[in-house]
């Protein structure tokens, strides 16, 4: 099992890699000396695979809450709040998130909230999760108006990424989740692309067991690297929003129904991509092996129906824009280049032309 330090404000914390890590989570908590938390919080679909073992093995209850992003709102952390109520939850108990990035976003600022803030454990179960929602503090919900609107850094007191919940992943979301490994490798390992599985018809079985940790870890130790410097995203952070500014616009453009949050991020690549390859960032080499690892995680849902300027519309909303606008993050041949400003009407070009394939 991997074992990987991230720093915070709020108290460092540990992420622990490997498969089967939530199947020993007792004895994870033990070797952390952690108590054993009195609430599990899951999704009814993640629940039964993943959450109500861990909950029998710690005699604690279990809450599973609505699937989606639609549920991941201000009802939901009342929910989950008025549970803590009932349960008799005090401020020195520990709560435990079991699931996507959804459910430990939510859970996580639920538990910042409740009663002026509690400890928790984030257990993410999808690659997504575990990759980079769960790992950072970051928490919050959405508000109609857009995508985690709401929230605070409040980090977990431990992450638990137990890779064999990669098993009950539906592929298409390893594919999308393998679009944050693409960023973070791009980011701060390009070594890590060789890792990726060589298929684009991908499942769990495409890596081994081993592999996957590995694939995890390392993901893992790019954002620790980038958060420990940065928490706050003064500076540093922003780099983790590589692929973000066209991949956020792709999601509210198409309102979070037809993309999974790593395909847009996906698509967002490839546009910073071109971006980076005018601007004289990226090497015409670099371009191509970024394209080819973006390619390499098979197929997506299509965007050339829609409306280009519509689409970037949507850019000058982004909760990242600042008094001189968006800054983009872009790639360079090395890492990427920070505070890189795109003019709407590029962006539009850009998109049009991955429109066009
Ligand atoms: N997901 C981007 C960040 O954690 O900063």
Not at 322 to 335: H, K, Q, R
């Amino acid at each position: 099992m991997a074992r990987l330090e991230l720093k915070s404000a709020h108290g460092d914390y540990i992420t622990v890699v490997g498969p089967g890590s939530l199947g020993r989570v007792r004895e994870v908590l033990e070797q952390e000396r952690l108590a054993c938390p009195r609430s599990i919080v899951a999704d009814t679909t993640v629940g039964p695979l993943h959450g109500r073992k861990p909950a029998a093995a710690m005699d604690c209850t279990a809450l599973e809450l609505p699937c989606g992003e639609t549920n991941k709102n201000w009802a939901a952390v009342e929910g989950i709040c008025r549970h803590w109520l009932a349960i008799g939850l005090d401020r020195s108990a520990l709560a435990m998130a079991v699931g996507g990035g959804i459910v430990t976003d939510t859970v996580g600022f639920a538990a910042a909230s409740y009663l002026r803030g509690i400890a928790w454990i984030a257990a993410p179960t999808t690659l997504l999760g575990m990759v980079d929602a769960a790992v950072g503090g970051k928490t919050g919900v959405n508000l109609p108006e857009g995508k985690n609107l709401v929230g605070s850094f409040w980090p977990p007191r431990l992450v638990i990424a137990d890779t064999a919940t990669l098993s009950t992943l539906p592929p298409r979301e390893l594919r999308a989740g393998l679009a944050e490994v693409v960023k973070a490798a791009w980011i701060g390992d390009h070594a890590l692309l060789a890792l990726l599985p060589d298929t684009t018809d991908i499942g769990y079985d495409s890596l081994t067991p081993h592999e996957w940790e590995t694939l995890v870890a390392r993901s893992v130790a790019i954002k620790a690297e980038i958060v420990n410097a940065d928490e706050r995203e003064a500076g540093l952070r922003k780099a983790l929003n590589l692929g973000h500014t066209m991949g956020h616009a792709l999601e509210a453009a198409t309102g979070y129904q037809r993309l999974l949050h790593g395909e847009a991020v996906a698509w967002g690549l490839l546009a910073a991509a071109t971006l980076g390859r005018r601007r004289g960032l990226l090497s015409a080499d670099g371009e191509e092996t970024l394209r080819r690892a973006v390619g390499g995680l098979g197929s997506r849902p299509g965007i050339a129906d829609l409306d280009a300027e519509t689409v970037c519309g949507f850019i000058a909303v982004d909760k990242k824009r600042d008094a001189d606008g968006i800054a983009w993050v872009l790639p360079t041949d090395d890492g990427v280049a920070l505070d890189q400003r795109v003019a709407t009407a590029e962006a539009v070009e850009v998109l049009k032309e991955l429109q066009r394939g």
